[in-house]
Nanobody
Framework: QVQLVESGGGLVQPGGSLRLSCVAD????????MEWYRQAPGKRRELVAS???????TYADAVKGRFTISKDNAKRTMYLQLNRLAPEDTADYYC???????????WGRGTQVTVSI
């Protein structure tokens, strides 16, 4: 079982920024893919951004140019920098990884982001 812990969520005004972190309990080079998802109230969970083991980044159209995914192997941590936040970015944000060994997916418990005046 892989343990993932997210942090960094909170309440922010429109136009503001946050940085989310996802700390893994093991070396993150063991993951083929690391991803951020979000789920807004009453909506389905959606993929926000992903980074592969070769550092290829992909983003949902809704966040391109505003969000940046990154990772720090030494700290066993993945980040999501959220800039120019808008009310529609309000959601619970989840970290997810795919283990290279067996392609099993693991999830964190999420961190809440609220964008409001």
């Amino acid at each position: 079982q892989v343990q993932l812990v997210e942090s960094g969520g909170g309440l922010v005004q429109p136009g503001g920024s946050l940085r989310l972190s996802c700390v893994a309990d093991r070396n993150i080079v063991t993951f083929s893919t690391m991803e951020w998802y979000r789920q807004a109230p009453g909506k389905r969970r959606e993929l926000v951004a992903s980074v592969s083991s070769s550092d290829t980044e992909t983003y949902a159209d809704a966040v391109k140019g505003r969000f940046t995914i990154s990772k720090d192997n030494a700290k066993r941590t993945m980040y999501l920098q959220l800039n120019r936040l808008a009310p529609e970015d309000t959601a619970d944000y989840y970290c997810s990884v795919v283990r290279a060994l067996d392609r099993r997916r693991f999830w964190g418990r999420g961190t809440q982001v609220t964008v409001s005046i």
